[in-house]
């Protein structure tokens, strides 16, 4: 871990486990149950006509029955700390993205996220089509300004219906303990929102390597950090934001390769 002061370390700094046979196998036992899941929810796909609230519950079914399955089939569990900092009320979550796991696990940890999302998503048949009526919020990352303008638009429309707005800073999923590259988008929707902003700290890349399709046993902690209230400078946000999620996520990736080991 580095101390205050010192460089970020690259990802160079950490690399995947090599995985077993047990581990091979496991991970794909729970890609086939996935998989067979969507292709036995194909044919009842009534969340199109349905409203939101009974497709939302509909959704946070299967996806605790994924996580079930993570659980049953790798032995991944997962934990979640700091709920004590998530206000009542809207505000603006700015989580680490290191695998595709929190895009599962906040939406069943959180009341009502709208999570900012490619485009492309909603293209994927059935979980797509579910991220499309649950009113996430796509971009074309392509547009330029013009998708940032949509994005603020859309994401004032989610705070106003009481929702929580999910944004991955980085735009992408990185190693654990590779340089951080915050894009400006997320200051950008911190100031349009004026509401709180809660940063999201976890070491899911640990366990669930990104571009990976095997998943290692173990216990994925996901903390919420105390938020940041609204009216700040974009620059002293930014680099409150980069400080609080990357400081707690490298503690939090320590803990778990020691943990591990």
Sequence with gaps: MAASGEPMPTAS?????????LVVLRSLVFQGLVIASLVLLLPVCLFMVLPRAVTRM???IVVHG??????????????????????DGPCLIAAKHQ?????????????????VMKRELKLIPVAGWGMARLG????????????LM????????????????????????????SAPTYRPGVAAL?????????????????????NSAWKFPGRITIEFLPA?????????????????????????VVEAERTAG
């Design 66 to 87: 994924w996580l079930g399955l993570l659980r049953l089939t790798v032995g991944l569990a997962y934990e979640v700390r700091g709920r004590e900092n998530l206000p």
């Design 99 to 115: 695998s595709a796991f929190e895009t599962l696990a906040l939406q069943v940890i959180l009341k009502d996220p709208a999570f």
């Design 13 to 21: 700094a950490w690399t995947p486990p090599r995985a077993s046979a």
């Design 136 to 147: 996430h919020i796509a971009i074309d990352r392509s547009a330029g300004a013009s998708a």
């Design 228 to 252: 940041i209230p609204p009216g700040l400078a974009s620059g002293p946000f930014m680099e409150r934001l980069e400080q609080q999620v990357e400081e707690r996520t490298r503690a939090l």
């Design 58 to 60: 509909a959704a946070r």
């Design 150 to 177: 949509n994005l603020i638009r859309q994401a004032k429309q989610r705070i106003a219906e009481g929702r929580q707005v999910v944004i991955f800073p980085e735009g992408t999923r990185s190693a654990p303990l």
């Design 190 to 210: 911190y100031r349009a929102l004026q509401v709180p902003c809660v940063p999201a700290a976890l070491n899911s890349g640990v366990f669930w390597p990104r």
